[in-house]
């Protein structure tokens, strides 16, 4: 995958090896600002998707989805 979706899912990668490696070092407190930025990269390849012309936009939602009540109770809400 390329374009700014692939540079997303880059992004995440990284970022959830390194809250994995936080976690296995016992810094959870650093992992708040990589969760976020992966709940935000997540959010913009979906209203990507969504905009996309063609297949893109007909695709079924994903079947599982991010209960936005639970991650904004932890993390800081996303920018709008």
């Given at each position: ?17 390194q809250i994995t490696t936080n976690l296995a070092a016992y810094r959870i407190l ?51």
């Amino acid at each position: 995958i390329g374009g700014v979706t692939g540079h997303l899912l880059e992004q995440n990668a990284r970022a959830f090896e390194q809250i994995t490696t936080n976690l296995a070092a016992y810094r959870i407190l650093e992992n708040i600002n990589l969760f976020c930025r992966a709940r935000d990269n997540i959010f913009a390849i979906l209203n990507d998707m969504k905009d996309m012309p063609g297949i893109m936009s007909q695709m079924p939602p994903l079947p599982v989805m991010i209960n936005e009540n639970l991650a904004d109770s932890i993390l800081p809400t996303p920018p709008q």
